[in-house]
């Protein structure tokens, strides 16, 4: 009303500082009221820019601290991962471990198998050659790494591609046996019933990591057919035989694919067991297990 008014008597708001000659007391009284209001609004609105400024200085503070924060963590794992795959006892050392030292890791199994399995940079080799280690803390490493795959309702193919593919074989023959026990453990584990015993689903494990360098090395000529793996694991079943639909179907599953692995130094696992040393092990195990392998 007030407005309307003023404006009537060709009074601008934006110009106020001077009174017009033809306006009454009470007029003059309400402009008054209108500019004080103003100057308050005005104070109020500057007060709130700077508080506005201040807020956001502090996030912009904060945030910068935080993503500092995190850059470094990011570079110190980073660093963490080129160390494990110069040398993983140095990372690892309870008390000289670059992880644990920046207090990336806690000195646990449970931890440090997590780190392993989530593998983001890590060479698959030295995770496997890590995991085979024989000292307690390494075996229990591996007990929790093992763990963390989920095995329930795979068949002995399906479990055997995923586990294989979260690390590399090592080479010795002690590491891939203890590694090969804790996966068998594992499936077993998963799978009530499947296997009479967890050294059934051991020895068969490993009758199909051979399969697979026989059917997919280009220097073995003599491919196996299906009748020979499933003559050659007969009475593996605590003395009992397996269901042969269950091992043509093994046999077709490596047949059709074989195993694929991270490519970390161009070896793949048609070459795993192509080699005297682990070839005159894996059949003296087969003498003390179960039945004889194929000879590659």
């Not at 009475?235 to 269950?246: A, Q, R, T, Y």
Request: charge should be negative.
């Amino acid at each position: 009303m007030a407005c309307g008014y003023l404006k009537t008597k060709k009074v601008s708001l934006c110009d106020l500082s001077s009174v017009p000659e033809d306006l009454s007391l009470e007029e003059r009284d309400e402009l008054s009221n209108i500019r004080r209001r103003k100057r308050e609004l005005l104070d109020d609105i500057e007060r709130l820019k700077f508080e506005i400024a201040e807020v956001m200085t502090e996030i912009e503070q904060l945030t910068c601290v935080g993503e500092s924060k995190i850059t470094q963590r990011n570079k110190q794992i980073a660093m963490g991962r080129k160390k494990f795959n110069m040398d993983p006892k140095k990372v690892f050392s309870a008390f000289g471990g670059f992880l644990l030292e920046n207090d990336l890791l806690q000195h646990t199994p449970e931890d440090i198998s997590q780190f392993l399995y989530k593998g983001e940079g890590l060479n698959k080799t030295v995770i496997g050659d890590y995991l085979g280690e024989r000292d307690e803390f390494n075996l229990d490493v591996l007990q929790a790494f093992v763990e963390l795959h989920e095995f329930a309702d795979l068949n002995l193919v399906q479990a055997l591609r995923q586990f294989l593919w979260s690390f590399r074989l090592p080479g010795e023959a002690q590491k891939i046996d203890r590694m090969m026990e804790a996966f068998a453990s594992r499936y077993c584990g998963c799978n009530p019933g499947v296997f009479q015993s967890t050294d059934t689903c051991y020895v068969l494990s490993f009758a199909i990591i051979m399969l697979n360098t026989s059917l997919h090395n280009p220097n073995v000529r003599d491919k196996p057919p299906v009748e020979r793996f499933i003559s050659m694991n007969r009475g593996i079943n605590e003395g009992g035989d397996l269901p042969e639909e269950l091992l043509r179907n093994l046999f077709d599953s490596i047949k059709n694919e074989p195993f694929k692995i991270p490519e970390d130094d161009g070896n793949d696992l048609t070459h795993t067991f192509f080699n005297p040393d682990r070839e005159g092990w894996l059949l003296k195990l087969g003498k003390t297990q179960g039945p004889s392998y194929y000879s590659i």
